[in-house]
């Protein structure tokens, strides 16, 4: 069913015995242009992906690696489009939340990427396998991932789950094969921020 979000009051989290975000400001990212890295944004997807991240109630950050995706201009503001089947924990942290952050992973993050694209955080707290640092989003709540030297933040403004018999057949039978469809999310992208030297930790 399509959807589009009413007001929402902050989401309410489950207190946390210890905490899950590093502590301080960071001083080495600051703002760029909205479009600014949409060349590696669409270089990485299209190569070994990107970093979904979001929490649900419990304030828990997660990591999903994704590789379909669209950066662009609907409603006259810039948009992230992300794709997230129905079955995976990523699924119901955003519907908890309705906020996402989109990291571009440096060069030696290839194994972030391998077990956030192949395991699930209902199992195991990725951050915490993988060394990796959660901050606190400067524009949007939402957790980001410090190591990634480029992330969007991104307000969820309308979402639609593909139904069987929506999308061309060809494509449908390559890409649901076992009707685990997605639902689609309009992330508002909020601010993208970047380390000065972001370019060269994307590429080799």
């Known amino acids: 069913m ?39 944004t669409h270089e990485l997807m299209r190569g ?40 995976r924990h990523t699924y119901r942290l955003l519907e908890e939340s309705k906020r996402f952050t989109v990291c ?18 209902r199992d195991m707290d990725k951050f915490k396998e993988l060394g990796l640092t959660a901050r606190r989003g400067i524009e949007v709540d939402a957790p980001y991932i410090d190591e990634c030297p480029v992330h969007y933040e991104c307000e969820v403004v309308y979402q639609t789950e593909l139904k069987p018999g929506q999308l061309n057949k060809t494509l449908e039978a390559d890409a649901y094969p076992t009707d685990n469809y997605h639902v689609m ?13 972001a370019a060269s930790k994307l590429k080799g």
């Open 2 to 40: 399509n959807k589009v979000d009413a007001p929402r009051t902050p989401m309410k989290r489950v207190k946390q015995s210890q905490p899950r975000y590093s502590s301080g400001v960071c001083l080495t990212r600051g703002k760029v242009e909205t479009f600014g890295f949409i060349d590696e």
């Open 48 to 87: 070994g992906g990107l970093l979904l991240v979001t929490e649900g109630r419990e304030g828990k950050p997660n990591a999903m690696t994704i590789g379909w995706g669209l950066v662009g201009t609907m409603w006259r503001q810039p948009m992230f489009v992300v794709a997230v089947r129905l079955s």
């Open 104 to 121: 571009l992973p440096a060069r030696g993050m290839e194994e972030a990427l391998e077990v956030c694209g192949t395991r699930s955080g």
């Open 185 to 197: 999310y309009f992330g508002h992208i909020k601010g993208v921020y970047a380390e000065e030297n």
